[in-house]
């Protein structure tokens, strides 16, 4: 009897991110389009997925619930603000005054 062998799951590629905002403040809110797992260049087909503070809310891909995209993205934006600089990693106090 033959095995059938199960190929990886193509990678979710994020096209672009978009941050929302709102009078110029950031509301939180975050929608990256990504690439479908059908996508070529002929056939550009691509999906929103909305986050908000960190987790996704809505994926236009046909799936229910939980899918490919939105756990792809939880983990893009997670990784984003893990790496992100903190006031370029030098110590900040509210109480500290700048000398002038």
């Not at 929302?20 to 550009?44: E, L």
Request: glycine fraction near 6%; include cysteine; charged fraction near 25%.
């Amino acid at each position: 009897m033959r095995k059938e062998q199960k190929t990886a799951p193509a990678p979710v590629v994020a096209l672009y991110r978009y941050a929302h905002k709102r009078s110029g403040r950031f509301t939180g809110g975050i929608t990256y389009r990504v690439k479908a797992s059908d996508w070529t260049p002929t056939n550009r087909h691509t999906y929103d997925v909305t986050l908000f503070r960190g987790n996704a809310t809505s994926c236009t891909c046909p799936a229910r619930g939980k899918c490919k995209h939105k756990e792809a993205m939880e983990s893009n934006e997670q990784a984003r603000r893990d790496n992100a600089p903190l006031n370029g990693n030098a110590p900040f106090s509210l109480l500290n005054k700048r000398a002038s």
